[in-house]
């Protein structure tokens, strides 16, 4: 279930709006500047990554159409129980983009399956959507955001990027995402 929660920036238990109807998440996100879009679900998720781009070969051409991404691809992790290290792994990929940090470029991603939630830090308050399978959204470049993949993450996504080291994350050193409820309380809550 696709969420919105906005929350105000120095109390997260102060929720100004929170909405699963897919119209308000878009109206609200666009209010805001940021791209929100529902595109069709794969027809096999666990397709090679080869498979997935070229069925979304269209609608990346058109979300591309001025050529800007010059890298385009695929991100999955799926939990594997009979992987020893998988408990490590998952929290190592969740790790690594937790903390409060901005790109020079917009992060683009389009979840083919899955989730991921993302926060935005804006002025006064903290935006979370919860993307589901199905959405697709982008982080203007320069926000400052984070994302959780929750405990047990689960997701296949295609990225785009302007540069091949566009994924890199400034990190603004500001502990605020420790104070916001995960990817897991938001959709408990
Ligand atoms: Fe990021």
Request: hydrophobic share 45%; charged share 30%.
């Amino acid at each position: 279930m696709t969420v919105l929660q906005v929350m105000s920036d120095t109390a997260a238990d102060r929720v100004v709006l929170r909405t699963s109807d897919p119209a308000v998440i878009g109206a609200e996100l666009a209010r805001r500047g940021i791209v929100f879009d529902r595109w069709p679900l794969p027809a096999d998720p666990r397709a090679a990554t080869d498979d997935i781009l070229a069925e979304y070969a269209a609608r990346i051409a058109d979300l591309n159409a001025d050529g800007r991404f010059r890298h385009i691809d695929v991100a999955r992790i799926a939990p594997d129980e009979r992987d020893p290290r998988w408990p490590q792994t998952a929290a190592a990929a969740r790790g690594k983009f937790l903390a409060e940090h901005r790109h020079a470029e917009d992060e683009v991603r389009f979840f083919a399956a899955g989730r991921g939630c993302f926060y935005l830090h804006l002025d006064g308050e903290v935006v979370a959507v919860v993307c589901e399978a199905g959405d697709l959204v982008s982080v203007p470049a320069g926000t400052r955001h984070w994302f959780d993949m929750g405990v047990r993450p689960d997701f296949l996504a295609i990225r785009f990027f302007e540069e091949q080291d566009g994924w890199v994350g400034d990190f603004t050193g500001d502990r605020i995402g420790e104070g916001f409820p995960g990817l897991d309380e938001l959709l408990a809550a």
